[in-house]
């Protein structure tokens, strides 16, 4: 998917959210556990329940892989089954050689047909290039992430008072553009997104920690909105296991549009809609 | 595979040399792919012709993921074929947030039963320690790679002269042991091996870029031995191409078995057999 139909579909859907199926096989309800493909049969009926609320999907690899090769086959129905009209990411943090990039790239874009893949940095640029080389396919660089130990190495600053993550946006912004590279940006440290915002201000971002991790889709709004909008706001588990109950699929459709109402909210307020 | 059996496979073997198994189905002997699972041929054949002459296999697993489920019944199964004594390393280079590294985990060291995993650093303590939690497992954490994208950040200099990939030795020490952790640090960059070294004297380097990348085993036993031989030295493409035809692992094994003798030079020229 390119990025205008991306605005396109923010505007129409009145969302920016992404839904993050980080299915958790021991936490998905008992009565799936009998079908034949519980995290398929699961993934189903979350994005029947959340595709009218959201723009995008985000599957954490790690929950598949931990399956083995029935964890694949899950991700592949996964993904055959996401509307055609949904951004797609696959949240695998990849990132190795150039020449074994390609390969990982290989896997995302045209195996699975993901619209984009979250990308480690430290490795540089000869890791992040070849997931550039696809058409309408993305990547989603690590910048600055919501867990505790962001503070251990993104924050370092250099000489000139450069951190690593502004340096990490600086860099790998000359290595693609804002139609085929976005940034993670997470929501647990608000007063920060800002900072990347002024880095570049026309990438989109990828903020994860907004619910469960307890960052707010207002400071998120506040900080990192640019004129295209330029979020993908994720929640996960807050909408995934919001019941875990035979109504997980209702009680996930509740929380995808509250979470989608508070956003048109912005949207409106911005007047992007 | 804990430490100290490790030290003992080294000193029978006279060989700290490492088989990276970077199988890529384009390259194996065409041959081959008549075969039900041609990866897994290949594989059982390289470790047929190389076992007597390493000491441990790294599969990347990027070459596996790309051929979908069957990929990963391909490393499955190779898994299980390697030698009890060998130690296993899945090249993997994860790193996520707690909730989701506890899962790559899972993957890598109990449904596929690898000794050890490559980590990026760049998502800090919580993204590591999980991975330290399993008895008799390790965790091998990029610091210093191979690629020339190394140069991008790894390099980055704080404001009292220290470098990122120094700062990353020093902090993930603290998490781990010489016991569970090892090092990622490229023979491409000899003369950065010795400050390496100096910053974590006791624990085991993990050395890429001998072979097809450049890198000299000479420098690399100059600059990074320690008391415990302390480096397990990486060949792939060098081993597993070594001739394209129906001589693939009689080949192999001739350059295993040329790498392998430089090495016990070193071994008996260092006084550690």
Chains 1, 2 share one sequence.
């Not at 699975?112 to 309408?136: C, H, N, Q, R």
């Not at 920060?192 to 207002?218: C, E, M, W, Y």
Request: charged fraction near 25%; aromatic fraction near 12%.
């Amino acid at each position: 998917m390119n990025r205008d139909n991306l605005i396109t579909e923010i505007k129409a859907r009145k969302s920016f959210l992404c839904v993050g199926l980080d299915t958790d096989i021991d936490r998905i309800p008992k009565h799936l556990l009998d079908t034949e493909d519980p995290v398929f049969e699961f993934n189903k009926a979350i994005i029947d329940a959340t595709k009218n609320y959201c723009v995008a999907y985000k599957p954490n690899i790690a929950f598949y892989e931990c399956l083995g090769p029935k964890g694949w086959e899950s991700l592949k129905k996964t993904l055959d089954y996401i509307p055609d009209n949904k951004f797609t990411i696959a949240d695998a943090k990849r990132g190795d050689i150039g020449n074994t990039s390609r390969y990982y790239a290989k896997t995302f874009f045209e195996y699975l047909d993901f619209d984009a893949v979250t990308i480690a940095p430290y490795m540089g640029e000869d890791s992040i290039t070849p997931f550039l080389e696809f058409k309408d396919k993305w990547v989603i660089v690590l910048a600055l992430t919501s867990n505790k130990g962001a503070l251990d190495f993104q924050f370092m600053t250099d000489m000139a008072g450069e951190k690593l993550y502004e340096r990490v946006l600086k860099i790998t912004a000359k290595w693609g553009t804002p139609k085929n590279l976005m940034y993670v940006v997470g929501a647990t440290r608000a007063e920060s997104i800002g900072t990347v915002r002024k880095n570049v201000p026309d990438h989109f971002f990828l903020v994860p920690g907004v619910g469960a991790q307890g960052g707010s889709l207002a400071d998120v709004a506040n900080y990192g909105w640019n004129d295209n909008c330029g979020l993908l706001v994720n929640a996960s588990r807050s909408i995934l296991y919001a019941s875990d109950g035979g109504d997980f699929a209702e009680k996930a459709q509740e929380k995808a549009q509250e979470i989608q109402q508070g956003m048109a909210e912005i949207l409106v307020d911005k007047g992007f809609i």
